[in-house]
């Protein structure tokens, strides 16, 4: 089969297309066919040698994929082959074939072409998990989502909407900010132009808001906390901003604040807080209503696996509004 290759750690222009070993299909697993993969912001770590799969993981980018089940592997149930599905992954989604845990699949749903549904498992998994799951994001609280526009920003929008929460978000351009109001967004703050901390505090006349998910890391942590009300959980997902800071413990104790970092990537495949709970999650809780339109895949543009150095270079300049998705093919 072919995949997308890295010849070494740099910039996008060292991503290939190229023949490799097939996927082997292990006890527990089956193997897709793949319709379409999506560029996370952890593919653009890895790429450039910051970012290592799991051990045991495939060293293919890509976390995520939908396609067409081709063969079962010993001990699965509830799957067959022909099955459309997408599909969390710890890696090997840049390529024709993927070996996945079946405990990690999540059927294709109705209403939703095979190649978008690529754009669902990474965002739904990430915000469900971190925003409700742990941080317990519920009606009549306040939430803010930083980069709005970004694939975890639609959906944690959508999501948080859905719940009946009162909705801020960041992002950098009037454009993205309709879009994240066209899926529920209440309160648009344009960082480039305002500080989200001044605007988060006038529209809570001073409280602040109860959830907040970050993907800015260092760069955002004291005035995140800051943004926080007293009692206020602050979910750090990514490390744009940078991986070291210094935390003021005297300002989160006078807010009784809480700080998570969490990694979906890392999960065990089974087990409490594993992939397989949390897909069994949103398999429940979710995707009834993906399958009846209200929480929607937001896809900015699709090209070949052969164009993937094109579609990373646009994620880096965040040129994108929701996800970009790699096909098989030149």
Not at 8 to 25: A, H
Not at 218 to 228: F, S, T
Not at 247 to 264: D, E, F, M, Y
Request: glycine fraction near 12%; proline fraction near 6%.
């Amino acid at each position: 089969m072919r995949a997308v290759t890295i010849s070494e750690p740099g910039s996008p222009d060292v991503l290939g297309w190229s023949e490799v070993p097939d996927p082997v299909c292990g006890p527990g697993e089956v193997v897709v066919d793949v319709a379409a993969t999506a560029v996370n912001r952890a593919d653009l770590m890895q790429r450039q040698g910051f970012y290592p799969p799991p051990k045991g993981a495939s060293e293919i980018l890509g976390l995520e994929c939908s396609g067409v089940i081709s063969e079962v592997g010993e001990g699965v149930v509830g799957w067959s082959v022909g099955d459309e599905v997408c599909a969390l992954l710890s890696g090997g989604g840049y390529a024709e074939r993927v070996a996945v845990p079946a405990g990690q699949l999540l059927p294709r749903p109705s209403g939703v072409e095979l190649a978008t549904a690529a754009a669902l498992p990474e965002v739904v998994c990430t915000v469900w998990s971190n925003v409700f799951l742990l941080a317990g994001l519920s009606r009549g609280d306040s939430f803010l989502v930083h980069g709005g526009s970004s694939g975890i920003g639609t959906m944690a929008i959508q999501l948080a909407a859905r719940a009946g929460a009162r909705v801020f978000t960041t992002a950098g351009t009037p454009a993205k900010l309709d879009v994240c109001r066209e899926l529920g967004a209440d309160v648009t703050i344009n960082y480039r132009d305002e500080d989200f901390v001044e605007r988060v505090r006038a529209e809570t006349d001073g409280r602040g808001v109860d959830v907040v998910l970050d993907n800015m890391g260092a760069k955002y942590l004291d005035r995140n906390i800051d943004a926080l009300a007293v009692g206020g959980r602050l979910v750090i997902i990514g490390m744009q901003g940078g991986a070291k800071a210094e935390l003021n413990i005297g300002k989160l104790l006078s807010k009784r604040g809480a700080v998570h970092a969490t990694a979906l990537r890392s999960r065990p495949a089974t087990g409490p807080g594993g992939k397989a709970e949390i897909i069994e999650a949103v398999r429940r809780d979710v995707w009834p209503d993906v399958e009846r339109g209200t929480i929607r895949p937001i896809v900015d543009r699709r090209l070949p696996m052969s164009r993937a150095a094109e579609a990373h270079r646009a994620v880096e300049a965040s040129e994108h509004v929701g996800k970009v998705l790699l096909l098989p093919g030149n």
